[in-house]
């Protein structure tokens, strides 16, 4: 270069071929392919494809997940056979109506129809109505096509009641009774009515409830507890020894005892019972018949045409309250999520709580102390094709080794007296943790792995300088320093755990719980038993619900449930990282 | 690197003059491939006044540096104004090898007590190799095998049944790049307290507040002790790097190129802090800028492939070197 520069004058020939040659070269424009154009193009395209892949996941299940529970109008067709279908709109499409279905519609509106299909092209459109009432008709839904319709309207004391059993009920109230008499039979006043009566009879209804699940929980669970001496002292002394007959009696009284309290608890419950039957809440029906409801039984009910906006929010907010905090009902369709919120969010905490210790140990073994080499190696590969391993091997691995193995172990050892019935030897939450942890473990040990590698050695250099030992150095320098990095793996293992069904459907997550894995009862946290799931209870509402064109909308907001849940934990983790980070990073980060 | 401004023979003219006057000489070569012809026979040839056997024997075919690099040993230069008693560490013809490869060929030196001594040389000279045995670091290297021996106050230190840990508490280390820490500037600075359990809080405080004072630290950090130390600035984190080396109290404190990192004003910051802590503590400082060492340090150590070259007060090392190698590197004129 220096050549060029110094050989100034134009005039001299070799120095011009020179720069005449260097010159052509700058003027070559720069290829394509050189500037990574269509190199950005593919980043950018993949970015996008796979933005608008989640984008698209996420948006329909937000949009069906927060529209499920908005309060649809009621809407009455009248037939042209003279039927009344009274219901919600669920969904309307177009669909190319064939032959039979044609032959089945009356002969005067043929030709106009013909015409139609003619026009658009052999489709047509029809509706899927809500028509509820189960008990009376046999059926929820009604696929309704424009042809059949004579006539369309939005009755104005149409209401809808949310039973506790046999599903939505949609009719107009003709009469409210107390004691059989009926006080009011104008529509507004029977509301008034109903609406006076109504939460009293649902307090009356829970106290009820209450009674039955817990008071009579406690007095079961005592029962059972002295069963279990009863049985323990049988094993230990033999039958008809005297240590058992005492034992015998004593059991004796206790059931005695309990029975009294049962009685007790009966009377209570029956005049309860006695009191809310008094009152009755008589609609009719689309079709003209009538059917009276207990107001106890009803959860909700509201005249759907008549609504603000403020009420329709209202009821929108009290049905997201509902499905959070209340149990589940008519086979999970309806009612609440909240044992599987639950159930969900003990299973993740236990198994971050196992995994994350576990996973650190091994990778800090693995990284700090083990021998570089071909052993290491292997282990690492071992542990990183772990995490490629179908999780419902692992479900397998957990019923088999957890469940049967361990948990049949821990029976025989400590809870023999009441084999046959298993009691850890079964799916539970503690074994689904366990199982979850050994899925999700290959994610903290790469994840801490790598954060442990990322600590500078100039760290530990200056740690061992200072006089301090490996362990020292460990857990002072390099365990605080790569804690975010390891809150990350904590992260990915949340995600990946809380999101994980197929294993737990072997392991303990059951479609319906009776009982919470915490409760009240000593002691509080039971890990022996089974639990709901929010993933199961998805897989549960889509793929064996009974009634599954009201359960589908369920899905979806189950979905975002479950999503929202995850996210939730995952933001708990991140906050706990950021911390972690500005604690251990100064304000670089 | 290898540039030789002056050819071979006036080299072999100048070292000699140089070399001629030269009173006592210390590191033995007791090679036994020796190759140098002169002082065979004479095991302690060491301690013969005259370095003619260098200037015999091999810079004659191109000077001190290429015998070196053709594995010819030689003896070091060391001037009578070095402090040989009770030296706060003392080299013992150490070698050390990082696998098969020879890094450090039989050097000796005493580093006197409450003074500074700076390792100077081109890169790969074994200067920081040098720095990093004498608290054992390079034990924590694979492949690392070390011959020879350290006195630290008259204690080996490659004996057998040395406790390194112990060791270490005796010697403070500064690293090229400064390194708090992830923690608050309080617990950097008592890091070696805490390591060693120390819980009381008083103590803690004073040996704080003594040893951010000492590094000339407190006034900037008294106010923030509580926050993380990597919020502080480079300059001021390598002091707080120096005031966490000086809080055990060591005997010996090692720099391994200490300013490399900085910017010209946190340089002469340390430098200053290196001059005020000298006389309290004995100062062994590895480093890459000559004025660096001119200024800072009583003592400078040349050292070339592993060798110590030449050896002597500062003064006399900068401004009058007795091998020609040495003037050539302190003026700038190679490496």
């Given at each position: 270069m220096s050549t060029t520069a110094e050989?100034?004058?134009?005039?001299?020939v070799a120095p011009v071929a020179k720069r005449k040659s260097t010159r052509s070269r700058v003027r070559q424009r720069t290829s394509l392919a050189s500037q990574g154009e269509p190199a950005v193009w593919l980043l950018g395209g993949s970015l996008i494809v796979s933005l608008v892949m989640i984008a698209g996941l996420l948006g329909i299940v937000f949009f069906q997940g927060f529209f499920t529970f908005w309060p649809d109008s009621l809407t009455s067709f009248e037939l042209t056979d003279g039927r009344v279908l009274m219901g919600e709109v669920r969904a309307s499409e177009d669909f190319e109506p064939d032959p039979t279905f044609l032959a089945g519609?009356?002969?005067?509106d043929r030709a106009r129809i013909d015409s139609e299909l003619v026009s658009t092209e052999g489709t047509a459109r029809r509706r899927l109505l809500r028509t509820g009432n189960f008990d009376l008709t046999g059926n929820h839904f009604n696929w309704v096509s424009d042809?059949?319709?004579?006539t369309e309207s939005e009755p104005e004391w149409a209401v809808i009641v949310e039973r506790l059993t046999w599903g939505r009920f949609y009719g107009t109230p003709v009469a409210f009774r107390i004691d059989g008499e009926s006080?009011?039979?104008?529509p507004a006043l029977v509301w008034a009515e109903f609406e006076r009566h109504h939460d009293p009879s649902v307090e009356r209804f829970d106290r009820r409830r209450e009674l039955e699940t817990e008071d009579i929980g406690v007095v079961n669970h005592r029962l059972e507890r002295g069963r279990l001496d009863l049985r323990r002292v049988e094993l230990q002394?033999?039958?008809?020894?005297a240590a058992w007959r005492s034992a015998n009696e004593d059991f004796l009284r206790l059931e005695a005892e309990a029975s009294a309290e049962f009685a007790q608890i009966q009377g209570e419950i029956a005049a309860l019972n006695e009191e809310n039957e008094r009152y009755e809440l008589v609609l009719s029906t689309s079709d003209g018949s009538e059917k009276s409801l207990f107001p106890a039984e009803i959860v909700r009910a509201f005249p759907a045409n008549q609504l603000s906006i403020t009420d329709k929010i209202g009821v929108y907010i009290s049905r997201w309250i509902e499905f959070l905090v209340a149990d589940p009902r008519e086979a999970n369709s309806e009612g609440g999520v909240f044992p599987a919120i639950f159930g969900t969010v003990v299973m993740t905490l236990l198994m971050t709580i196992v995994v994350v210790p576990f996973g650190v140990l091994s990778a800090l073994y693995l990284r700090e102390y083990a021998k570089q080499g071909l052993i290491v190696s292997a282990v690492r590969i071992a542990v990183n094709n772990l995490a490629g391993v179908p999780s419902i091997v692992f479900g397998v691995f957990g019923l088999g080794f957890?469940?049967?193995?361990v948990g049949g172990g821990i029976d025989e050892l400590f809870f023999s007296a009441k084999l046959p019935n298993p009691t850890f030897g079964t799916g539970g939450v503690m074994w689904a943790s366990l199982t979850l942890a050994l899925l999700t473990l290959p994610v903290v040990i790469v994840a801490t792995e790598e954060s442990l590698s990322a600590v500078p050695n100039s760290m530990r250099e200056g740690s061992y300088a200072c006089g301090a030992t490996k362990w020292q150095t460990i857990r002072r320098i390099v365990l605080p320093r790569a804690a975010p990095g390891i809150m990350t793996g904590a992260i990915l293992a949340i995600a990946r755990g809380a999101g994980e069904v197929a294993p737990l459907m072997l392991v303990g997550a059951v479609k319906?719980?009776?009982?919470?894995?915490?409760?009240?009862?000593?002691?509080?946290?039971?890990?022996?038993r089974s639990f709901m799931h929010l993933g199961f209870h998805i897989f549960d509402l889509g793929?064996?619900?009974?009634?599954s064109e009201a359960a589908k909308p369920m899905v979806y907001t189950t979905t975002l449930l479950l999503i929202a849940i995850i996210v939730a934990l995952n933001l708990l983790a991140i906050w706990g990282r950021a911390r972690l980070r500005r604690r251990f990073h100064g304000n670089s980060i | 690197m290898e540039t030789r401004s002056e050819p071979a023979p006036a080299i072999e003219n100048e070292s000699r003059d140089v070399l001629q006057p030269q009173p006592r000489r210390s590191?033995?070569?007791?090679?036994?491939?020796?190759?140098?012809?002169?002082?065979?026979?004479?095991?302690a040839s060491g301690r013969i006044?005259?370095?003619g056997s260098i200037v015999e024997s091999d810079?004659?075919?191109?000077g001190l540096f290429e015998s070196i690099s053709k594995g010819a040993t030689f003896d070091t230069v060391v001037h009578?104004?070095?402090?040989?008693?009770?030296?706060?560490l003392e080299i013992k013809r150490l070698q050390l090898w990082y696998g098969d490869t020879k890094?450090?060929?039989?050097v000796s030196m005493p580093a006197p007590h409450g003074k500074v001594t700076a390792l100077i040389g081109p890169?790969?000279?074994g200067k920081s190799t040098l720095l990093r045995c004498v608290n054992r670091?390079?034990?924590?290297?694979?492949g690392v095998r070390i011959e020879g021996d350290m006195l630290l106050n008259g204690d080996?230190?490659?004996?057998?049944?040395?406790?390194v840990i112990e060791l270490r508490k005796r010697i403070g280390m500064v690293f090229q790049k400064p390194n708090p820490f992830p923690m608050s500037i309080f617990e950097n600075v008592v890091y070696s307290l805490r390591i060693d359990g120390v819980r009381d809080r008083t103590e803690l405080e004073e040996v704080n507040e003594r040893s951010l004072r000492n590094a000339g630290l407190w006034d900037e950090v008294k106010d923030r002790l509580?926050?993380?130390?990597?919020?502080?600035s480079g300059g001021q984190q390598q002091r707080l790097c120096i005031a966490r080396a000086i809080a055990a109290e060591p005997e010996v404190l090692l720099l391994?190129?200490?300013?490399?990192?900085?910017d010209p004003i946190a340089t002469g910051r340390i430098e200053e802090l290196i001059d005020d802590l000298k006389g309290e503590y004995s100062i062994l400082m590895v480093t890459h800028n000559m004025q660096q060492a001119s200024r800072a340090s009583d003592y400078t150590a040349f050292m070339y492939l592993g060798r110590l070259v030449e050896y002597g007060p500062t003064d006399e090392i900068f401004?009058?070197?007795?091998l020609k190698e040495t003037e050539d590197y302190v003026t700038g004129r190679f490496g």
């Amino acid at each position: 270069m220096s050549t060029t520069a110094e050989a100034e004058p134009r005039t001299d020939v070799a120095p011009v071929a020179k720069r005449k040659s260097t010159r052509s070269r700058v003027r070559q424009r720069t290829s394509l392919a050189s500037q990574g154009e269509p190199a950005v193009w593919l980043l950018g395209g993949s970015l996008i494809v796979s933005l608008v892949m989640i984008a698209g996941l996420l948006g329909i299940v937000f949009f069906q997940g927060f529209f499920t529970f908005w309060p649809d109008s009621l809407t009455s067709f009248e037939l042209t056979d003279g039927r009344v279908l009274m219901g919600e709109v669920r969904a309307s499409e177009d669909f190319e109506p064939d032959p039979t279905f044609l032959a089945g519609l009356p002969e005067a509106d043929r030709a106009r129809i013909d015409s139609e299909l003619v026009s658009t092209e052999g489709t047509a459109r029809r509706r899927l109505l809500r028509t509820g009432n189960f008990d009376l008709t046999g059926n929820h839904f009604n696929w309704v096509s424009d042809y059949e319709i004579a006539t369309e309207s939005e009755p104005e004391w149409a209401v809808i009641v949310e039973r506790l059993t046999w599903g939505r009920f949609y009719g107009t109230p003709v009469a409210f009774r107390i004691d059989g008499e009926s006080v009011a039979t104008e529509p507004a006043l029977v509301w008034a009515e109903f609406e006076r009566h109504h939460d009293p009879s649902v307090e009356r209804f829970d106290r009820r409830r209450e009674l039955e699940t817990e008071d009579i929980g406690v007095v079961n669970h005592r029962l059972e507890r002295g069963r279990l001496d009863l049985r323990r002292v049988e094993l230990q002394h033999g039958l008809d020894s005297a240590a058992w007959r005492s034992a015998n009696e004593d059991f004796l009284r206790l059931e005695a005892e309990a029975s009294a309290e049962f009685a007790q608890i009966q009377g209570e419950i029956a005049a309860l019972n006695e009191e809310n039957e008094r009152y009755e809440l008589v609609l009719s029906t689309s079709d003209g018949s009538e059917k009276s409801l207990f107001p106890a039984e009803i959860v909700r009910a509201f005249p759907a045409n008549q609504l603000s906006i403020t009420d329709k929010i209202g009821v929108y907010i009290s049905r997201w309250i509902e499905f959070l905090v209340a149990d589940p009902r008519e086979a999970n369709s309806e009612g609440g999520v909240f044992p599987a919120i639950f159930g969900t969010v003990v299973m993740t905490l236990l198994m971050t709580i196992v995994v994350v210790p576990f996973g650190v140990l091994s990778a800090l073994y693995l990284r700090e102390y083990a021998k570089q080499g071909l052993i290491v190696s292997a282990v690492r590969i071992a542990v990183n094709n772990l995490a490629g391993v179908p999780s419902i091997v692992f479900g397998v691995f957990g019923l088999g080794f957890f469940c049967y193995l361990v948990g049949g172990g821990i029976d025989e050892l400590f809870f023999s007296a009441k084999l046959p019935n298993p009691t850890f030897g079964t799916g539970g939450v503690m074994w689904a943790s366990l199982t979850l942890a050994l899925l999700t473990l290959p994610v903290v040990i790469v994840a801490t792995e790598e954060s442990l590698s990322a600590v500078p050695n100039s760290m530990r250099e200056g740690s061992y300088a200072c006089g301090a030992t490996k362990w020292q150095t460990i857990r002072r320098i390099v365990l605080p320093r790569a804690a975010p990095g390891i809150m990350t793996g904590a992260i990915l293992a949340i995600a990946r755990g809380a999101g994980e069904v197929a294993p737990l459907m072997l392991v303990g997550a059951v479609k319906l719980a009776p009982e919470l894995p915490l409760d009240g009862v000593f002691p509080f946290v039971h890990a022996e038993r089974s639990f709901m799931h929010l993933g199961f209870h998805i897989f549960d509402l889509g793929f064996q619900s009974q009634n599954s064109e009201a359960a589908k909308p369920m899905v979806y907001t189950t979905t975002l449930l479950l999503i929202a849940i995850i996210v939730a934990l995952n933001l708990l983790a991140i906050w706990g990282r950021a911390r972690l980070r500005r604690r251990f990073h100064g304000n670089s980060i | 690197m290898e540039t030789r401004s002056e050819p071979a023979p006036a080299i072999e003219n100048e070292s000699r003059d140089v070399l001629q006057p030269q009173p006592r000489r210390s590191s033995v070569n007791k090679n036994p491939e020796s190759s140098r012809p002169s002082s065979a026979g004479s095991g302690a040839s060491g301690r013969i006044p005259g370095g003619g056997s260098i200037v015999e024997s091999d810079v004659r075919e191109g000077g001190l540096f290429e015998s070196i690099s053709k594995g010819a040993t030689f003896d070091t230069v060391v001037h009578e104004g070095v402090e040989t008693a009770n030296p706060a560490l003392e080299i013992k013809r150490l070698q050390l090898w990082y696998g098969d490869t020879k890094a450090l060929h039989e050097v000796s030196m005493p580093a006197p007590h409450g003074k500074v001594t700076a390792l100077i040389g081109p890169s790969g000279c074994g200067k920081s190799t040098l720095l990093r045995c004498v608290n054992r670091m390079n034990d924590l290297i694979d492949g690392v095998r070390i011959e020879g021996d350290m006195l630290l106050n008259g204690d080996s230190i490659y004996a057998t049944g040395v406790d390194v840990i112990e060791l270490r508490k005796r010697i403070g280390m500064v690293f090229q790049k400064p390194n708090p820490f992830p923690m608050s500037i309080f617990e950097n600075v008592v890091y070696s307290l805490r390591i060693d359990g120390v819980r009381d809080r008083t103590e803690l405080e004073e040996v704080n507040e003594r040893s951010l004072r000492n590094a000339g630290l407190w006034d900037e950090v008294k106010d923030r002790l509580d926050s993380s130390a990597l919020a502080l600035s480079g300059g001021q984190q390598q002091r707080l790097c120096i005031a966490r080396a000086i809080a055990a109290e060591p005997e010996v404190l090692l720099l391994d190129e200490p300013c490399s990192a900085l910017d010209p004003i946190a340089t002469g910051r340390i430098e200053e802090l290196i001059d005020d802590l000298k006389g309290e503590y004995s100062i062994l400082m590895v480093t890459h800028n000559m004025q660096q060492a001119s200024r800072a340090s009583d003592y400078t150590a040349f050292m070339y492939l592993g060798r110590l070259v030449e050896y002597g007060p500062t003064d006399e090392i900068f401004l009058q070197p007795r091998l020609k190698e040495t003037e050539d590197y302190v003026t700038g004129r190679f490496g």
